[in-house]
């Protein structure tokens, strides 16, 4: 059995000195069990010869933290250490069980209204594509004053001897991050899913955890199931039964009056390759709840899904589920600009970044934000230069709205008029997306950067024909999309009108 205290420590030396308070009901976790420290500030849980303990943060309080602003809340009972046959090394043997495993604690103030930094798939393959993430996305949030940030998974890709240069990185944000373990993020020299997350472990702690701020509970979600069929290794998306057992057994000490937001890296929706019963238990879960959300990364794509009956979801109100952005966009392909990054544009047609979500209480709003682009860039209006006068349907104006949920309004607008003309939801590729590909598929086999993978269904893109009483002139094209809760997002862009001449026709031929 482990037993140990949690404690308010006021001299900051990690250590449960004498005269330091104890804090009682705070849940405390084996990974499996969940139980709160009683009115001493003790707790005791069973352990084996691999398990890691942790204390699940209560709101008012944050955990030690270390030099790059990772949460070190746990400890790693591994007598005997990792196995070595790992290609990447695990945790050191940790020895005998100590006789006390104290947690400290430090109070910080927390409003009920806070943001948090969401990255999807940083993924850097070496050194360079580090280097892309501190330039690209992590020089603009240095001072935000975001809570805390989360990655979702695919931190890396597959050379996990990069954890300590991306946190040294990710840490001149300033701010507390937390991890979601991502296919690209465990060992593949094992056969076994339970041995995956050796290296993970040694570096972030426990693969599966949940914190609370605010008044909003957050689980981190492990989804990530190695395994063999004898012949080759393979990941499908899936939970253990010890952690299904955890998620139950947390959300026994979480007020329903509470947002639950669960956080993982492969998406809830019957497109991944879930293992099925696992994923029944964990929506029986998350029904339990009131009110609840989640997030997920690993399909390089954004993109807001409410599942329900068809999806398997039970309860009447739809789950709302965010396919987040990707830092690394179409993992850092495409044509590089003039700072050596690539424009890495998502399949789907949306910028490469991350999001904000705003929490005030059990209210959200979720903030798409474009690579080094104003935080007002939200459409891309794609249309020609000049289209002809007297011939409208001759002319499509596409609008990809990259952060609309199902049911937004998108309607078109020009100049300063109050006539607003609406656009018809369209299944296709985005017309940019779609530009750019093609252009490289004309410059191969001697691309000379890393080449973008195939334009996919956007699932957020809006088209119009120009309406037929435009005139000659220069316009500028508005864009205005509504979601469902009411967020308005905008954008424009200038649109010549010229009578059809032979010059014009010459003139949008070159085009």
């Known amino acids: 059995m482990a037993t140990g205290t949690v404690f308010l420590d006021d001299n900051q030396n990690g250590t449960f000195d004498i005269g330091e308070q104890i804090l009682p009901d705070v849940p405390v976790s084996n990974g499996r069990q969940v139980v709160k420290t009683d009115s001493n500030g003790r707790y005791s849980l069973s352990v084996g010869n691999d398990t890691i303990i942790f204390v699940i943060k209560p709101t008012g309080y944050r955990t030690r933290m270390d030099r790059d602003h990772l949460s070190r809340f746990y400890y790693i009972h591994k007598p005997d250490g990792s196995p070595k046959e790992l290609k990447f090394p695990g945790v050191d043997p940790t020895g005998p069980l100590p006789k006390s495993i104290d947690f400290p604690l430090y109070r910080q103030a927390e409003s009920p209204a806070f943001d948090v930094i969401f990255f999807g798939d940083p993924q850097p393959r070496d050194q360079k594509e580090i280097d892309y993430i501190a330039h690209d ?67 972030y702690g426990p693969a599966y955890y949940s914190f609370n701020y605010g008044n909003v509970h957050f689980i981190c979600v492990d989804d990530v199931h190695w395994m063999t069929d004898g012949e080759k290794k393979f990941y499908r998306s899936g939970l253990s039964d010890a952690q299904l057992d955890f998620i139950e057994n947390d959300l026994k000490h979480v007020p329903q009056d509470q947002l639950v937001v669960a956080m993982m890296h492969i998406p809830l929706v019957r497109s991944t390759p879930w293992i099925e019963p696992k994923r029944e238990r964990l929506f029986r879960l998350l029904e339990s709840r009131e009110h609840c959300i989640s997030l997920s990364g690993h399909t390089h794509h954004h993109e807001h899904v409410m599942i329900g009956a068809d999806e398997g979801w039970k309860k009447p109100q739809p789950h709302h589920h965010i396919i987040n952005v990707t830092v690394c966009g179409s993992w850092w392909s495409g044509r590089p600009d003039e700072n050596d990054i690539p424009h890495t544009l998502c399949a789907d047609g949306t910028p490469n970044g991350h999001t904000v979500m705003h929490f005030d209480g059990r209210k959200y709003l979720l903030e798409y934000r474009a690579a080094r682009r104003s935080p007002d860039f939200q459409i891309q209006v794609t249309a020609p230069e000049v289209a002809a006068a007297g011939d409208p349907g001759s002319t499509t104006i596409y609008a990809n709205v990259f952060n609309a ?27 940019l997306f779609l530009k750019l590909w093609q252009e490289e598929q004309a410059l191969k086999p001697d691309l000379p950067w890393r080449p973008l993978t195939k334009p996919m269904l956007s699932p957020h893109l809006w088209k119009a024909s120009l309406p037929d009483k435009l005139s000659p002139g220069t316009y500028n094209i508005r864009i205005r999309a509504i979601n469902p809760n009411g967020q308005v997002l905008n954008g424009n862009r200038i649109i010549r009108v010229e009578w059809c001449t032979k010059e014009f026709d010459q003139r949008v031929r070159l085009a």
């Open 137 to 203: 996305v992590v020089e603009d949030l240095i001072g935000t004053n975001a809570a805390f940030g989360v990655t979702l998974g695919d931190i890396l890709f597959d050379d996990l001897s990069l954890f300590d240069s991306f946190n040294r990185t990710l840490g001149r944000i300033g701010v507390p991050w937390y991890n979601v373990i991502g296919n690209h993020d465990i060992n593949y020299a094992v056969d076994v899913d339970e041995l995956s997350d050796e290296t993970y472990e040694r570096v």
């Open 405 to 431: 949920m199902p049911g937004a309004t998108v309607e078109m607008s020009f100049d300063e008029t109050t006539t607003w003309h609406p656009m018809d939801k369209t299944v296709e590729p985005d017309p």
